[in-house]
């Protein structure tokens, strides 16, 4: 019986636990049910059967959680947040950016063509200052135009129809501004020298007529130079290497004041060749004094200078058999004259007694000389602008005293004079510049160290071929040398000298330096040579020595020469010029990647 009651508690335990409201699904409740025991009397009446009720205990969970769900409205919420501050910060910048008006490039990319002949020059002051408050200038239209500075007001003097009417192309107006030479079919003979036909013309009525050296002549010959006097009445100007004046403009009257000048060798009034392109570099050598009363002019005699000869093929003649022959006097180093007349004048230096009133006097120190005694090293005072004088370190050539060091500081002693880095040339500055390249090469990345090349002019030349000879490294891929310096001694001898010194004294260093001697350390490497053929300042000499060389060495290399073309070419000539290095750089490592489709990659970038 006992058993039989356990089993109905535990049935009727089951199921009130099952029919429970607040009984959790998931929760399985064990309930060690007790086990009861009646004592009845022997065979009693029967009795209903007790039951013992035991509720299960009440568990409630109150966090369930399972791995697989998302708080799905949160994260839609905070999506919805981060839309809308992206939307605001897009809006905010398409409000304060300026409207969108296409790329900055339009049109065809220019070409080498466009650049020499389609983009318009540059616009050039071309004043020219009559007193302190006024200048005559060339207007937008051409024309004349006088301005004055102190109550901005123009005046026009002569319209672009009297340029055009006699084909001028340049002036020059007198002080008074009653007169303009009007200069026509300008011829230029070297870098700042002109042939040019001058005319005079009277602003007031109008009339026009040639300047010449021959009184009552119709015709305008070719002049080497003309200038107007301080006072505007009078012209001065150049005719065959002599100077003529002509007093008064309104007569006839010329005045031959020089008559010496001899074509090519002796020049009044104009500097040869050496003096127009390296030390003057103008076109005349005369000057008035500030009241016209008198005229200053050089004379410059040409008789003991070497003449070089060179071919002009006249080019544009083609029916012409034999080309002519040139010739120019070119000075080159080591060559000097002194007849009985001219002394070797030395240094001789006085020492006088100072005196100061306010200050001090300074201590004098002996001169310390360079080892030809043709120099010397002085502390001399040098002034520093509101702050006085300094003593400072000064060398003295001749009458020149050129200050070494500058500054608001003293120096105290010249120790000496260090002649062994003295006049080198062609050796440190390339050392230099290879090491810039290896530096800038290793900082910068966007610059890529397997394209590099050299590209120079003259000197620059020069510089560009030995780079390449002294690149041990081969940092450098190709080199280009145009019109390139290649033996000193053959160069003239302002510059050569100045900086290299007599070749009898350093004819060791010139040879070191020298390209054709050191052609052989382009082998395998990428060269390219060009010179024009009439070049007057660097001969085309160098390069046909350095061909040369190069041939005996067995050097590949390409060349260009041009024809009856000078130091500076042509447009034509500087056009096809460009190109052809352009095809070179290909050739040499390879088409640009940003190649323009008609137009180089290398040179417009």
């Known amino acids: 019986m006992e058993e039989e009651s356990s089993k109905q508690e535990d049935t009727s335990t089951s199921q009130n636990a099952q029919n429970s409201p607040n009984t959790d699904s998931t929760t399985t409740v064990k309930n060690a049910q007790p086990k009861v025991k009646i004592n009845a009397p022997k065979n009693p009446p029967p009795k209903p059967i007790a039951r013992v009720k035991i509720a299960a205990p009440y568990i409630e969970e109150l966090v369930v959680s399972s791995p697989n769900e998302r708080n799905w409205r949160g994260i839609f919420i905070a999506l919805l947040v981060i839309v809308a501050v992206l939307g605001l910060i897009v809006f905010s910048i398409v409000l304060v950016s300026p409207p969108d008006e296409g790329p900055r490039l339009k049109g065809k990319k220019p070409t080498l063509e466009d650049i020499f002949h389609k983009l318009p020059p540059p616009v050039r002051f071309n004043g020219t200052w009559i007193s302190d408050v006024e200048f005559v200038y060339r207007d937008s239209y051409g024309g ?74 119709i015709n305008a010959p070719f002049l080497q130079y003309a200038e107007w006097s301080p006072d505007g009445s009078s012209v001065v100007f150049v005719h065959e290497n002599d100077i003529y004046y002509k007093p008064k403009v309104q007569k006839d009257l010329v005045c031959r004041i020089t008559q010496t000048g001899k074509k090519g060798i002796i020049y009044n009034g104009v500097p040869d060749w050496l003096y127009e392109t390296e030390i003057l570099k103008t076109d005349h050598t005369l000057w008035f004094s500030s009241d016209g009363q008198y005229l200053l002019y050089v004379t410059f005699n040409d008789t003991e200078v070497g003449e070089y000869n060179y071919p002009w093929y006249d080019s544009e003649n083609n029916y012409i058999q034999y080309p002519s022959v040139r010739s120019l006097r070119y000075p080159k180093s080591a060559y000097f004259f002194l007849d009985n007349n001219t002394l070797h004048i030395g240094y001789l230096f006085q020492f006088h007694t100072e005196k100061e009133t306010c200050g001090w006097t300074e201590p004098i120190f002996h001169p310390v000389f360079s080892a030809n005694g043709a120099q010397a090293l002085m ?24 200050p070494l060091t500058h500054g608001a500081f003293e ?70 040398s145009i019109s390139p310096i290649v033996s000193w001694q053959h160069y003239n001898s302002y510059f050569t000298e100045r900086y290299m010194g007599l070749p009898s004294e350093k004819l060791l260093e010139y040879e070191k330096v020298d390209l054709a001697r050191r052609s052989a350390n382009l082998l395998d490497r990428n060269f390219m040579l060009i010179h024009g053929t009439a070049d007057t300042t660097v001969k085309n000499q160098h390069s046909i020595l350095f061909t040369k060389s190069l041939i005996e060495h067995g050097i590949l290399f390409r060349q260009l020469i041009y024809p009856d073309e000078d130091h500076d070419f042509s447009k034509k000539s500087l056009i096809h010029m460009y190109k052809q290095i352009d095809q070179f750089f290909n050739d040499s490592f390879g088409p640009s990647i940003d190649d323009w489709e008609d137009s180089t990659g290398f040179f417009i970038q």
């Open 144 to 217: 004349l135009t006088l301005y004055n500075a102190e109550n901005l007001t123009t005046k026009v003097l002569m319209t672009n129809a009297t340029f055009r009417l006699y084909d001028a192309v340049d002036y020059k107006i007198s002080s008074n501004l009653k007169y303009v030479l009007l200069i026509t079919n300008v011829v230029y003979t070297y870098k700042h020298t002109k042939l040019a036909k001058y005319y005079i013309y009277e602003i007031q009525t109008r009339f026009k007529k040639p300047l010449s050296p021959i009184e009552l002549d």
């Open 411 to 480: 120096l105290t002693k010249i120790l000496a004079w260090d002649e062994e880095n003295h006049l080198l040339l062609g050796s440190v500055e390339v050392q230099d510049q290879l090491a810039v390249l290896s530096y800038i090469g290793d900082t910068f990345k966007f610059i890529d160290k397997s394209r590099i090349c050299v590209v120079g002019k003259g000197y620059g030349g020069y510089i560009a071929a030995m780079l390449l000879i002294q690149d041990i490294h081969q940092s450098i891929n190709c080199s280009v």
């Open 379 to 402: 502390r001399l005072p040098v002034r520093d602008g509101d702050n006085g004088n300094f003593m400072h370190a000064c060398q003295i050539h001749s009458h020149n005293v050129i």
